[in-house]
C-alpha cells in the first residue's frame, strides 16, 4: 500500500543520511517530507514556551480588515461530519450591519468544524497578529473552541488561552500573537490566508450559536520584551528511533496531516481536549505529558494511575508512558527509523485494545510490510498487556520510513524490535 504523501519539493537527506560510506543505506521514498521528531528538543522548546505570556504582551493596532459586519462577500462553510448545523450571516442589524453566525443542535458527535473563506489572499507573514469579535450562546455550548487560518491551517489553537470568559455569553475581542500559530504545514501557506476555521469538540449532547464580527490583521504597537528568549539552536539532525530498539508510538515524525500522519479530526482530542482539564492533570505527571503535542492532529494522552493503573493489567504499563488513543480506522502515523542492523525482527507491542479491534499493520518505505495481530483481546483501551505481535524484516540498514496503520479499538504505547532467533 502506498502512503500519500502531501506534493512538495524533496526533502535533502544529506545531513540526516550521514556519510554514504558508513554504512549500505536505504532511505525514504523520494519526495517524503516528514522529519524525525526529537524529544530533547521538542521538551527544550516546551521550556521556553512556557516561560512566554500566552495573552498578548503588548498592543496590537488593527492594519487590515479582511472581514467586518459591513462585509457582505465570501462563503462559509461547515466540516462534512456535521449534520445538524449551518454557518450564514445573520440579516442585517438597524446600522446594516450583518455577522457570521454558525449554529449546531446535535446529539451525537465530538468533533465539529465551521468556517468563512475570503476572496483575496492576505499574507500573515507580514502581520504581528490576527483579531476577531466572537459571542457564543446557546443552552449546551462546546466545551473547547479552537482556531486557525487557511481553512484547516495552522495547528488549531484553544482560544480559553487568549479569552478565559469566552462562554460567558457576550462579546469578547480575541487577539492571537502570530507567533502563537504553530505552522504544521507550508511555510508558503502563510501567504495564502484566504479565511479562518473554528474547530469545536463536546464529549456531550451540544446546541449552541457561535456570532462572528471584525476579522483583523494587526501590527505591533511595541517591542516585545527584551528578556524574551531566543528559540533553542538547532542541533544534527536526528536520525530517527533506532532498530534494534523501541520506537515509542507517540513519536512519530513531524510534518503534519498527509505527510507525517493521517487523523480524522486534525484536534488533538486527548491532550488538547481531555487532558486540560484539572483531574486528568495526575500528580504523577507534569505538564510535558498532559499537554503532549496538543497542537497535532494525532490524539496522545498518558498512563494515569486512576485509569490505568487502579486495575490488573495483563502487563502493567510504566507510569506517565505515551500512548496514541482515540483511534480510528484508515488512521496512521510515519516514523523514520535509523536500522542499525538488517534482518528479521520480532514486534513487542505495547497496547489496550477492545472486542473486534483489528490488527496493526506496518509499512516500510512505502510498502506493506506485515499485519500484527493482538494475541489477547485485553478487553478495554485501559486494560494493558506488552505481547508479540508479528515479524518484520529490514534487508538494509539505514535511515528508511515506517509507517503504522491502526484502526478503531485501542491504545498503543510502543512497538519494540528485537532480532528474532
Not at 21 to 27: G, I, Q
Not at 55 to 66: I, K, Q, V, W
Not at 262 to 287: F, G, Y
Not at 362 to 372: K, Q, V
Request: contains cysteine; hydrophobic residues 35%.
Amino acid at each position: 500500500m502506498k502512503i500519500p504523501y502531501a506534493p512538495a519539493a524533496l526533502l535533502a537527506l544529506g545531513a540526516l543520511l550521514g556519510s554514504p560510506t558508513e554504512r549500505l543505506l536505504a532511505s525514504p521514498p523520494a519526495g517524503y517530507q516528514g522529519r524525525p521528531f526529537d524529544d530533547a528538543a521538542y521538551r527544550a522548546q516546551e521550556r521556553l514556551e512556557a516561560d512566554r505570556p500566552r495573552l498578548p504582551f503588548h498592543g496590537f493596532t488593527p492594519s487590515f480588515t479582511a472581514w467586518d459586519a459591513r462585509t457582505a462577500g465570501g462563503i462559509g462553510w461547515v466540516s462534512p461530519e456535521e449534520k445538524g448545523a449551518a454557518v450564514t450571516l445573520d440579516p442585517p442589524d438597524d446600522a446594516g450591519g450583518r455577522v457570521i453566525h454558525y449554529h449546531v443542535a446535535t446529539s451525537n458527535y465530538r468533533y465539529a468544524a465551521f468556517g468563512w473563506l475570503w476572496g483575496t489572499p492576505v499574507d500573515l507573514s507580514a502581520y504581528d497578529a490576527v483579531s476577531f469579535r466572537i459571542r457564543v450562546t446557546g443552552p449546551k455550548p462546546p466545551q473547547e473552541l479552537f482556531f486557525g487560518v487557511s481553512e484547516l491551517q495552522p495547528a488549531p489553537i484553544s482560544l480559553r488561552e487568549y479569552e478565559p470568559d469566552l462562554m460567558d455569553g457576550s462579546w469578547h475581542t480575541v487577539t492571537i500573537p502570530a507567533r502563537a500559530m504553530k505552522w504544521t504545514g507550508p511555510e508558503s501557506e502563510r501567504k495564502q490566508v484566504r479565511g479562518f476555521a473554528f474547530k469545536t469538540f463536546v464529549w456531550d449532547p451540544s446546541d449552541f450559536d457561535i456570532r462572528l464580527d471584525h476579522f483583523t490583521f494587526d501590527r505591533a504597537t511595541a517591542p516585545g520584551p527584551a528578556t524574551e528568549a531566543p528559540a533553542p539552536q538547532a542541533g544534527p539532525a536526528p536520525r530517527g528511533q533506532s532498530i534494534p530498539g523501541t520506537v515509542e508510538c507517540a513519536f512519530y515524525d513531524l510534518g503534519g496531516e498527509g505527510v507525517a500522519y493521517h487523523d480524522t479530526t486534525p484536534i488533538n482530542i486527548l491532550s488538547a481536549v481531555l487532558n486540560q482539564q484539572r483531574r486528568h492533570q495526575r500528580a504523577h505527571a507534569t505538564a510535558y505529558h498532559w499537554n503532549f503535542r496538543r497542537d497535532e492532529g494525532v490524539d496522545i494522552s498518558f498512563v494515569k494511575d486512576w485509569a490505568d493503573l487502579n486495575h490488573p493489567n495483563l502487563v502493567d504499563p510504566p507510569v506517565n508512558q505515551l500512548y496514541i488513543g482515540g483511534t480510528e480506522d484508515g488512521e496512521w502515523c510515519n516514523y523514520t527509523v535509523d536500522v542499525r542492523k538488517a534482518g528479521t525482527y520480532e514486534i513487542i507491542a505495547r497496547y489496550g485494545n477492545v472486542p473486534g479491534a483489528k490488527p496493526i499493520r506496518l509499512s516500510l518505505n512505502g510498502e506493506p510490510a506485515c499485519t500484527c495481530p493482538f494475541p489477547v483481546v485485553t478487553g478495554s483501551m485501559h486494560t494493558w498487556n506488552r505481547a508479540p505481535v508479528g515479524r518484520i524484516t529490514f534487508p538494509e540498514t539505514g535511515v528508511q520510513l515506517l509507517t503504522l496503520h491502526y484502526e478503531r479499538g485501542y491504545n498503543l504505547g510502543s512497538l519494540e524490535f528485537v532480532e528474532a532467533k
